[in-house]
């Protein structure tokens, strides 16, 4: 069940604000708040979809690829595509999901620890 008032939920109605980097009609980046590695942004859907699993189960072939084209065209206005870059979605409480609004986080800009995965 999706819950209207996590905090990307208002973002996206424009009731705190974010660090904006890109936005189309289908899909808002801003960077975190709270940046685990020199560059650290979240793309995040405007449809309402809970995590990765619930994106996948319920969104239309033409939702994903725009959602997945916006991330990849994100990490190019980040200046990723050479150094490369990690992508992240953690998808409910095992992974320490905190936000119940599906994102994805791209995590470059520096050299990144591989002791999780
Ligand atoms: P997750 O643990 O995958 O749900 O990640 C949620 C992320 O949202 C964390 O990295 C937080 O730092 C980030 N976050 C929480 N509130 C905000 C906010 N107001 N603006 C930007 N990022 C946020």
Request: net charge negative; aromatic share 10%; charged share 25%.
């Amino acid at each position: 069940m999706y819950d209207a008032n996590n905090v990307f939920a208002k973002i996206l109605r424009g009731e705190i604000p974010c660090n904006k980097i890109y936005e189309d009609d289908k899909v808002l980046s801003f960077y975190d708040i709270n940046p685990k590695a020199k560059i650290h942004a979240l793309v995040i859907p405007k449809s309402m979809y809970v995590n990765f699993q619930d994106f996948l189960e319920h969104s239309s072939d033409k939702e994903l690829t725009d959602f997945f084209r916006a991330v990849v065209h994100v990490t190019n206005l980040l200046g990723l595509k050479e150094g490369g870059y990690r992508i992240v979605m953690n998808t409910g409480k095992n992974a320490g999901q905190e936000v119940p609004h599906f994102h994805a986080h791209i995590l470059g800009g520096e050299v990144l620890p591989t002791d999780q995965i």
